[in-house]
């Protein structure tokens, strides 16, 4: 699934949208994760876009006293002046010199507008934002659970997933089994800086494009791709040589996902 650096690369491919005049919205196929209706949109059409602001994996399009949320889901995909339909197109957006299709292969996406906007956005800080005060008021210092779930949920932080919390937690040297309430004021410290470190990282990489994850920038012929998981530390790397000590990566499973760390240097 996407994570922040993924949905905040897709922000930025499509900026040149700020400014222009929303004309068309063709609903192509409802089936996503929240059935689409009909005139989906029609309150937006001749309206300029205000502004595109991201919050954790959530991307949301602002017009004047209106706005959408996009969740990309799993495969969903907001690509800029496709030449040929997808198969799986669901939304088309045109614009006064731009077009915009809103695709998804396995329909876990989902676009809303208007009042459904603001109750699914996410409750929790989001992750570039992250700060030590942000961790040290949240429930983490009071939770039994393991931080790496703590930090996966979007009511805590919001914008990340496995892939980020497994590469900041080794940045910060924490064993993701840990309980919440046993780390330190400096451990929880290390994790806001860590967290920051990362996705920045990681969105200079345009993301990682480990799965169905591309993103379209105007004029190009094909799609691009991130390359952070080229820099990946520990993710998908279990058996392999940790690059601080050299001992082996360890793969464990926690609530049901992979978890990848150093049992050496993360304690």
């Known amino acids: 699934m996407p ?101 998804d292969v396995r329909r876990f996406a989902f676009a809303l507008e208007g009042a459904a906007v603001l109750p699914a956005l996410p409750r929790g800080i989001d992750a570039l934002a992250l700060r030590v005060s942000h961790l040290l008021q949240s429930k983490i210092r009071s939770s039994t659970s393991a931080i790496k779930n703590l930090l996966l949920d979007q009511s805590i932080v919001a914008g990340l997933g496995n892939i980020y919390v497994a590469e900041l937690l080794f940045d910060a040297g924490i064993d993701p089994r840990r309980q919440g309430k046993s780390l330190s004021d400096a451990e929880l410290s290390r994790i806001a800086k860590a967290c920051r470190a990362v996705l920045r990282r990681a969105v200079r990489a345009k993301g990682s494009s480990i799965s169905d994850y591309v993103y379209s920038l105007p004029g190009e012929k094909a799609f691009s791709t991130g390359s952070y998981q080229k820099q990946f530390r520990v993710y998908s790397r279990a058996g392999q040589s940790c690059p601080r000590c050299n001992n082996l990566i360890t793969k464990i499973v926690q609530g049901g996902r992979s978890t990848f760390f150093c049992p050496r240097c993360q304690s």
């Open 3 to 103: 994570e922040l650096p993924e949905v905040e690369t897709v922000r930025t491919s499509l900026e040149g949208l700020v400014g222009q005049k929303l004309s068309a919205v063709s609903v192509r196929d409802r089936r996503l994760r929240y059935r689409v209706p009909p005139n989906f949109g029609a309150a937006a059409l001749g309206k300029k876009l205000l502004a595109l602001e991201r919050t954790g994996k959530y991307l949301l399009w602002k017009f004047p006293d209106h706005q959408f949320v996009f969740h990309l889901g799993m495969t969903g995909r907001l690509l800029i002046n496709q030449k040929e339909d997808s198969p799986y197109l669901k939304l088309r957006f045109v614009f006064s010199r731009d077009s915009v299709d809103f695709i």
